[in-house]
DNA sequence: CAGGCAATAT
DNA sequence: CATATTGCCT
């Protein structure tokens, strides 16, 4: 009697203690009028809402992790310099938050294209209060299913239901942002350490010496966005591994990674250069 | 909490 | 099969 199951086919272990009463919304507008009012709205539904004007600011929040976001809220008419969809792909990418697009644009390709990004829900404005009430729903989703609704079906291989997400289609070097016809094909959950990438590594490694050279530290020198600890402690691993494999246990300052032609000779690393301006 | 390492997963 | 991710232990 007091356990509702959300769905009577699957059991799923969450005893919906779910409380939507103080979520945390970050919402991002640079429309002061619509920021305004939509952040009227979300309080007025007991929303914990914190306003900012840009993605660059909304960056900053997400990352210092000062304030646990429970999902974003977000325009998409931003500067020149980034769009709704640009800014949505960094979101997804560094953070597993449920994204809510907000905009005034109404026809269904545009909003395809966001939801195909990843956004979990798009609202058209003017956004009515009926559903900012619903938004929770979106985190409780998250909640219940441990991930994103995003769901990828690649090679006929069906994902299961804990994995799909991030990672984008991005040339290594040369940024080129298809703002109308973005193609969301070569989607992998995988990180994939080009030669790019690597050499980053490398770099980092060799300026912080062998000794020192623990994930933490990796990490921030590479400042790589969406780079976690644990894809560099991992590589680290796999490196250190290859290094005794054929080095001579001699030399202890000579660090050997980089090998002749040994490496991977893929390249599919969606990070591309630095998207905004994340400097620093 | 962070780092190493081993077990899984893709 | 290679290697990236997760988990466990220190």
Redesign the pocket.
């Known amino acids: 009697m007091n356990s509702s199951p959300i769905n009577p086919m699957k059991p799923y272990p969450v005893e919906v203690s779910f409380n939507p009463h103080g979520l945390k919304v970050l919402l991002v507008d640079n429309n002061p009028t619509s920021r305004f009012l939509i952040s009227r709205m979300l309080q007025s539904c007991h929303y914990q809402v914190t306003p900012c004007t840009h993605p660059t600011q909304a960056l900053m929040l997400l990352r210092n992790g000062e304030i646990k976001f429970d999902i974003v809220i977000t325009g998409v008419n931003f500067a020149p310099e980034m769009n709704g969809i640009k800014f949505l792909e960094i979101i997804k990418r560094e953070t597993d938050l449920p994204v809510v697009i907000v905009s005034a644009e109404d026809r269904i390709h545009i909003m395809i294209k966001y939801i195909t990004e990843g956004a979990c829900a798009y609202l058209p404005k003017p956004v009515r209060m009926e559903a900012v009430r619903l938004l929770w729903q979106h985190v409780a989703r998250k909640e219940i299913f441990g991930f994103k609704q995003i769901d990828n079906v690649e090679d006929g ?1 069906p ?2 239901s ?2 799909g997400e991030k990672e984008f289609c991005g040339s290594s070097n040369g940024v080129r942002m298809e703002d109308e016809q973005t193609k969301v094909r070569g989607k ?6 080009t030669d790019e990438l690597h050499q980053k590594f490398v770099d980092a490694v060799e300026q912080l010496g062998i000794q020192n ?7 921030e020198l590479m400042n790589v966005p969406g780079l ?11 490196t ?3 290094q005794e494999s054929f080095t001579c246990p001699n030399s202890s300052t000579g660090i050997r990674i980089g090998t002749s032609q ?3 000779g ?1 390249t599919q690393w969606p990070v591309s250069k630095n998207s905004t301006g994340y400097g620093s």
């Not at 050279?213 to 990490?219: D, G, I, R, Y």
């Open positions: 291989e994902s299961s804990r994995s992998k959950h995988r990180l994939v350490w050279a623990v994930p933490k530290k990796v990490l976690r600890r644990g894809n560099v402690a991992s590589h680290l691993q796999v250190a591994h290859m040994s490496f991977n893929r």
